[in-house]
C-alpha cells in the first residue's frame, strides 16, 4: 500500500496558506465530505421525500430528531433544518468545514426523469444557495449522469463552486459500470472533481437496484482517471465478500485514485466494520472523514475498543460532528485521514471554492 500519490499542483484561486484549521495547523483544514441536507419542500426549497420514505422508522425518526418535519408536519421551512446544521458546525471545535450533499432524481436508460418513483430528492440549486449563505458548508451536488443535460448542469454547478459530485446508484438508478456514462467521468477527471459514490448496503433507503450496490461497479469511472471516494467503505461487507473491497478492489495500490469514507459506520450493523479498519492501518492512506450526519455516531457499540474512561468522555461531547471525529480518533485513526479530504476537494473559484480557501 502508496501513502497518497504526490500532491497536484494547486489552481491558482487556491492559497492554501490562508486557512487556519481548529485543530490549530495552518493549512489543512478538518473538512467532513458527507453530510446531507434534507426538507419536505416549505419555504419553496423543491425537496422532497416520497411519503413511502417517511413513513419507515429511521426516517421518522430522523425527521424528528432533527425538527425537519416533527409530528409528520410538511409545512415548515426546510430552512430550520439547515440553520441547525450551521450552527452545528459553527459550534464544532475539531471539524472546520462540511461538504453539504444535494441528491438527485431518479432517471430512467432513455434520461427520463421519473418524479413519482423518486424516493428523496434535494435539488442542486438549493444546495448551492444554502452555500452562498453559509460558508462553512461546502456544496457537494448530485448529476445524474443518465440526464441529457448531465455535463451542462455539471458545468452550471462548477462555476457555482461545487467541490464533488454525489451518487446513490442503488436509489436513484445509475449504474456506474454503465459506459455511457464514459462523458461524465471524462470531465469529472479534467475538472479533478471527486465523485462520492455509495457503496454496499442501504438501510435508510429501500435499494431499489440492489447490483448497483458492488463496489467493483466502480472499475469503470477509475479507468477513466476520476478520484472516487467509496461512500461507506463498501459496509457492509468491508474487506470481505462480493460487496466489500479487499485485496480486489478496495483502496488498492493499483487504484490511488481510489478513496473510501467513514461515513454512516459508527452504528450498529456497520460498527465492526468500522473497528476492523482501524486495525487495517495500511488502509488508511486511503480513507477520508465523514459523518453521515444527520445520522449521528453511537460511541457504547464501541466500549470494548475503547475502554471506560474513553468512552465516559466521549459520551460528554455534545457536537454530534465532534464526537464522531474523536470516536473515530479514539479508535485509533490518525489525523492525516481527517485532513485528507481537503486535499482531494475541487479547487474551484465560487462561493464553495471561496469558502475552503478562506476559511
Not at 180 to 190: D, G, K, N, S, V
Not at 219 to 246: K, M, N, Q
Not at 252 to 264: E, F, Q, R, T, V
Not at 323 to 331: P, S, T, V, Y
Request: aromatic share 6%; glycine share 10%.
Amino acid at each position: 500500500m502508496r501513502d497518497d500519490p504526490a500532491p497536484r499542483p494547486l489552481a491558482p484561486t487556491l492559497d492554501r496558506r490562508a486557512p487556519r484549521s481548529r485543530n490549530g495547523a495552518m493549512g489543512a483544514l478538518v473538512i467532513d465530505c458527507h453530510v446531507h441536507l434534507a426538507g419536505m419542500g416549505g419555504g419553496g426549497s423543491g425537496c422532497r421525500i416520497a411519503p413511502r420514505l417517511a413513513r419507515r422508522l429511521p426516517v421518522r425518526y430522523l425527521l424528528w430528531r432533527h425538527g425537519i418535519s416533527p409530528g409528520g408536519r410538511v409545512d415548515l421551512p426546510d430552512d430550520r433544518f439547515v440553520a441547525r446544521l450551521a450552527a452545528t458546525v459553527a459550534a464544532a471545535q475539531r471539524v472546520d468545514r462540511v461538504v453539504a450533499l444535494a441528491f438527485d432524481a431518479l432517471y430512467d436508460e432513455g434520461g427520463h426523469r421519473r418524479d413519482g418513483e423518486t424516493l428523496f430528492y434535494v435539488p442542486n440549486d438549493y444546495l448551492l444557495t444554502v452555500c452562498d449563505r453559509h460558508p462553512e458548508l461546502l456544496p457537494g451536488v448530485s448529476i445524474h449522469p443518465y440526464r441529457t443535460d448531465a455535463l451542462a448542469e455539471l458545468a452550471r454547478c462548477v462555476a457555482r463552486g461545487a467541490v464533488a459530485v454525489k451518487w446513490l446508484p442503488s436509489v436513484q438508478g445509475m449504474d456506474p459500470a454503465n459506459r455511457r456514462c464514459i462523458p461524465f467521468y471524462e470531465r469529472l477527471a479534467e475538472l479533478r472533481l471527486p465523485l462520492i459514490c455509495h457503496t454496499g448496503r442501504e438501510h435508510v433507503f429501500p435499494p431499489r437496484f440492489l447490483p448497483l450496490e458492488d463496489p467493483r461497479r466502480l472499475l469503470l469511472p477509475l479507468e477513466v482517471g476520476v478520484t472516487v471516494i467509496a461512500a461507506h467503505a463498501g459496509s457492509l461487507g468491508a474487506l470481505t465478500g462480493r460487496e466489500g473491497f479487499g485485496d480486489r478492489v478496495a483502496l488498492s495500490a493499483a487504484w490511488p485514485n481510489l478513496y473510501a469514507d467513514l461515513a454512516g459506520m459508527a452504528i450498529p450493523g456497520r460498527g465492526r466494520h468500522l473497528a476492523l479498519l482501524a486495525r487495517c492501518r495500511h488502509l488508511h492512506p486511503r480513507l477520508v472523514h465523514g459523518s453521515d450526519y444527520p445520522v449521528e455516531a453511537m460511541v457504547l457499540p464501541f466500549a470494548a475498543e475503547l475502554g471506560r474512561k474513553r468512552l465516559a468522555a466521549l459520551r460528554q461531547i455534545r457536537n454530534p460532528l465532534d464526537r464522531d471525529l474523536c470516536l473515530k480518533e479514539g479508535l485509533g485513526f490518525p489525523r492525516a485521514l481527517f485532513e485528507r479530504a481537503y486535499h482531494l476537494l475541487a479547487r474551484v473559484d465560487g462561493p464553495g471554492g471561496a469558502a475552503l480557501r478562506h476559511g
